[in-house]
């Protein structure tokens, strides 16, 4: 489960007089811009070893979150009474857009602006793709894919509903609504891409990470292991 907040953490925390990355370096991030990172170089900065707990640290420190729902109480393994779920992780795109991967941006997008089920968009931030270089307004394309992502929906929501269903129908419908999402949001975005082709995909990429990662911050409470496990089946398209 993830949560969305006002969030701005350092870049380190302070350990024994230690300064410990939170996540990866000015100058990493310097060389190779967010946009243009790979989802193993992604999954790597995410979840290497302490960094989540870092971040939380961090934004303990300065009390986003309360204090007993940091490392002390995830190494304890409960959170203190009445305090709620333990934080595992937290991740504010203004300050690592490196750590988000494209399919989590991609929903952001459609989720707030183009779906009707959506609730209405936070900014106009598709209004900057001059700014990145693209050579037509990306809004008609995505409004495009999301239609056909609906369609699909719907569709599968009416084979649901029947009394009867043949085996074959079944076995396509043996995943909840959240894989279906899932698959139809992943086949969308390789749409967009294809679509879009090399380059314009890329200025495209830059758009999401410029001009909504900022806006994507969340509070993670499943443990690192979990939330990466499912994050990689999002990116297979939950195959």
Request: glycine content about 8%; charged content about 30%.
């Amino acid at each position: 489960m993830v949560r969305r907040g006002s969030l701005i953490l350092t870049s380190c925390v302070w350990i024994a007089g230690t300064c410990t990355p939170a996540m990866a370096s000015e100058h990493e991030r310097a060389v190779k811009p967010a946009w243009l990172w790979s989802d193993e170089e992604r999954f790597t900065a995410r979840f290497a070893p302490g960094t989540a707990e870092a971040r939380v640290s961090a934004a303990a420190s300065m009390n986003v979150i309360p204090q007993q729902t940091g490392p002390k109480a995830l190494a304890a393994g409960v959170a203190a009474s009445g305090s709620g779920p333990i934080v595992t992780d937290v991740i504010d795109g203004s300050v690592h857009p490196e750590l988000l991967m494209p399919i989590e941006l991609f929903n952001d997008v459609v989720l707030m602006r183009y779906l009707p089920e959506g609730p209405p968009p936070r900014d106009d931030a598709i209004a900057r793709w001059r700014e990145v270089g693209m050579a037509e307004d990306p809004d008609a394309l995505l409004r495009d894919v999301s239609r056909g992502m609906v369609s699909i929906l719907r569709e599968r929501s009416r084979r649901a509903t029947r009394e009867e269903r043949s085996p074959a129908e079944a076995g396509d419908l043996r995943d909840g609504p959240r894989e279906l999402y899932c698959r139809v949001a992943a086949d969308a975005f390789e749409t967009l891409r294809i679509k879009l082709g090399g380059g314009e995909y890329e200025r495209f990429l830059r758009l999401l990470y410029e001009g909504f990662a900022p806006g994507r911050r969340m509070l993670v409470f499943e443990s690192p292991l979990q939330t990466e496990n499912a994050l990689r089946s999002r990116v297979r398209g939950c195959r």
